[in-house]
Every structure is written in C-alpha cells, then in structure tokens.
C-alpha cells in the first residue's frame, strides 16, 4: 500500500502478469474462467460513512466470496495497525478471518478494494495456484483479482495529486489497467464507467492501448505496417540461417523443423500462452488453451 510515497508507474512486472494469465487459464480451465463474465458490480461493494463498520465490511466480503464462488461461511473482518493494506488467514477451515488496515476505519470507499485481493489470495489458496517467491506470487494474486472481474477496485483505490498519494496492490496502475482492459476484451465489458478516480482512468486508458497492441503484433495480420516489414525482414533472415536467432525484443521467434517447414512461435493475445505454426503465409490458428481463433500471416 502507498500511502503518501511515491507510486511506481509503468509496466515493470509486465512478464510475470502475462505468464499470471497464462496460469490461471492452465490451472483454472477455459470454462472455469468463462465462469466469471461479469465483474464485480459498483452498487455490491458501495460502502458509505453512514454505514456501520463492521457490518458494512462484512456484507462487502460476503459479496466478494460469492463473487469468486467460494463457499458461504462465517465471516470475520477486523482492524488492526498493519504496515500492509490488509492481510488473511489461508487455511482448510470453512471461515474466513481477514484484517484491515486501521488506515480504511476512515477510508470506507476503498474496503471493497483490500478485501478484493485478500479474497482472492483464498480462491487461490483453494484452487491450489501459486508462484515462488511472496513478489511474485502477490501480482499473481492482482491479476486474478483483475482477470476475475475484481481488481477494478484496486485501480479505482489509486488516487494522486501534488501533495498525497495513494495506491493497493503490488501492480503500477498502468498494470492493472491492462489486465482490466485484457478481461474487458475477452468478455465485453466497459469498465471505463465504473472508476471515481480521474487518476484510474487515465491508468486504464493506458493500459487498454497496452492490451490492445497484444493483438496487433505479426504474425497476426491484425499488426501493422512497420511490425509487418520487420516481421519480413525477420522472416527472410531465418529461412537464410541454420539456426536462426530469436529477433531481439521482437515478440514472435523462428524455429527450425527438420520434419517440415520453418515455424514461428508468438503469445496469444488472449491468454499469452506461445503458439507455434508453421511460416507458409495466410493460417489460421485456434489456440487450445483460451479457444481463441488467430488470424496470421506468417
């Protein structure tokens, strides 16, 4: 939680995002994903001064573990002085016991947001999906909370002026925009409507462009002019080496087959798993994991 300090900016995790998408479709399942189409409504998790605090908290976790289809069971929200936003027990008890910063007895807008990513920490505790290392393994738990239709909460909680500053999660806001936008292509929503951070907007505008270019890189002919010449550039180098290079900073990678033709592999734009076919022009690709039908032109 920044509090006051700087925000980091920019897409510093973006790798570990991306193969945190990937995971979830490989743990997860393309239909258990497709389980979430819509995100969490504003209207569910609103929680205003006039609400009790307890009570308020609690119906808004109640909401999120039904979001995340996790069993209903009792529920226990507390506030303690913590130096993180929130923390959760993660055990095989049917309970949920989780604790806020005192920091949100004041700040009510922004509970639904701390107990987005704790509940989500329990959905993946239970599907058994985690990363190594506690860095890693908390942006995973961000994007599942965005990918699932939760963590929009979390980039509407980032708010920044001259004098203060405040941001959850471990993602920029630019990252979290970017897997909100990634979920919005998949399922066709318009979160844009959603954020009261004039901040957060201008974070998911960002990261929509972002998400958008995923599927304008060749060999996807949806890529442009200049990422097409490279892309032939690329191409003719590769048909001429033995054993040709990956492109540097280049998305798509040549490799050689003795059993047939040169094949090139590159990320899906969906789930950003690498997809392998073959270089012989215009083919379609279905890619098995998100289902995703790939227009390419190798």
Not at 25 to 51: K, N
Not at 223 to 233: K, S
């Amino acid at each position: 939680m920044a509090n006051g300090g700087p925000v980091e900016h920019g897409y510093p995790h973006l790798d570990t995002v991306r193969d945190a998408v990937t995971a979830l479709y490989r743990r997860l399942s393309y239909d258990t994903v497709h389980q979430f189409p819509v995100s969490v409504a504003p209207a569910d998790v609103a929680f205003c001064d006039t609400d009790d605090l307890h009570l308020g908290a609690q119906r808004v976790a109640r909401e999120l573990v039904r979001h995340f289809r996790l069993p209903d069971a009792r529920m226990i929200v507390g506030f303690r002085e913590m130096q993180h936003a929130a923390d959760v027990e993660l055990t095989a008890r049917p309970e949920y016991f989780i604790e806020l910063n005192d920091r949100f007895r004041t700040h009510r807008r922004d509970i639904g947001a701390a107990l987005a990513h704790e509940i989500a920490h329990v959905f993946l505790h239970r599907v058994d999906l985690a990363f190594p290392g506690t860095r890693d393994n908390e942006i995973l738990t961000d994007t599942a909370t965005a990918y699932l239709g939760a963590g929009w909460l979390l980039l509407d909680a980032y708010r920044e002026d001259a004098v203060s500053s405040q941001k959850l999660g471990y993602l920029t806001p630019e990252e979290f925009g970017y897997v909100v936008a990634k979920r919005a292509l998949v399922f066709g929503e318009d979160p844009s409507t959603w954020f009261t951070s004039a901040q957060a907007y201008t974070a998911y505008v960002e990261g929509r462009e972002r998400a958008r270019l995923d599927g304008r890189q060749p060999p996807l002919t949806a890529a442009g002019w200049a990422g097409r010449r490279r892309y032939a550039r690329d191409r003719r180098h590769a048909q001429d080496t033995p054993a040709p290079a990956a492109p540097a900073s280049a998305p798509y990678a040549f490799v050689p087959d003795g059993r047939g033709p040169l094949r090139v592999t590159f990320p899906c734009p969906t789930c950003l798993q690498r997809i392998r076919v073959p270089v012989r022009g215009r083919v379609r690709a279905r890619c098995g994991l998100c289902r995703t039908v790939l227009e390419c032109d190798t």
